[in-house]
């Protein structure tokens, strides 16, 4: 692990990989609730996790440099499901760039068993993994000015779902109705660091292939 600090209060720690950062913030979630840490907050990203609100940033990243990084926690045993419509406008290219058909785009999508990586970028959009090796796919070249909500998107290894409109250059490959973030739900979240999820496919009104 290496540490940085930033600012005054807060600790940068960076890993190795995904996988890496998803124990790390396990493991200092549940110290926090334990008592044998005091974090305001504690941010997990692709290879690294913030804590912010530290009363002693020096002594906890020294602490941490003599440690080893903890084991992977098992999955949770629940699974969210959010139905798809597979019809989104960039599933042709993604069919073309993995060399299938746009059915076998949605095939593949719905028979992976994805887990939220880390969330950011807007209020509920949780970074999935769970894409087949050798299934990773670039972003637009030309993004767009606007993305729908519920649009299910790719870009690199991660799966996405768009839960407002915005800006954005991720391969669009479906729909869903699902909501997001609901500011009056609790938690206002419906993905979090460490969800499993699952895509399931409805019928769509366009073609499929």
């Known amino acids: 692990m290496r540490t940085l600090f930033v600012g005054a209060d807060a600790l940068l720690v960076e890993v190795a990989s995904g996988e890496e950062a998803q124990a790390l913030h396990a493991d200092l979630l549940r110290r926090r609730a334990e008592g044998s840490l005091t974090a305001r907050e504690i941010v997990p990203a692709a290879r690294t996790v913030l804590l912010d609100g530290l009363p002693d940033p020096a002594r906890l990243a020294a602490e941490l440099a003599s440690r080893p990084v903890p084991h992977v926690p098992p999955r949770a045993a629940e699974t969210v499901e959010i139905p798809v419509r597979y019809d989104g406008p960039d599933l042709a290219d993604v069919a073309a760039h993995w060399g299938?058909?746009?059915a076998e785009v949605a095939r593949i999508h719905a028979d992976a068993e994805f887990r939220v990586a880390f969330c950011g970028f807007a209020p509920g959009f949780g970074y999935l993994t769970g894409l087949p090796a050798g299934h990773e796919?670039?972003?637009?070249?030309?993004p767009r000015t606007s993305v729908?909500?519920?649009s299910v998107a790719l870009a690199g290894p991660y799966t996405g779902v768009y839960p407002r409109s915005s800006p954005g250059g991720w391969q669009l490959i479906g729909t869903t109705d699902v909501v997001l973030w609901d500011h009056t739900r609790e938690p206002a979240a419906l993905l979090s660091p460490g969800t499993r999820v699952r895509f399931v496919?409805?019928?769509s009104t366009g073609p499929a292939a």
Not at 137 to 142: A, C, H, L, N
Request: hydrophobic share 40%; proline share 20%; glycine share 14%.
């Open 100 to 102: 299938v058909g746009a």
């Open 137 to 142: 796919v670039p972003r637009r070249s030309t």
């Open 148 to 150: 729908p909500a519920g």
């Open 201 to 203: 496919p409805v019928a």
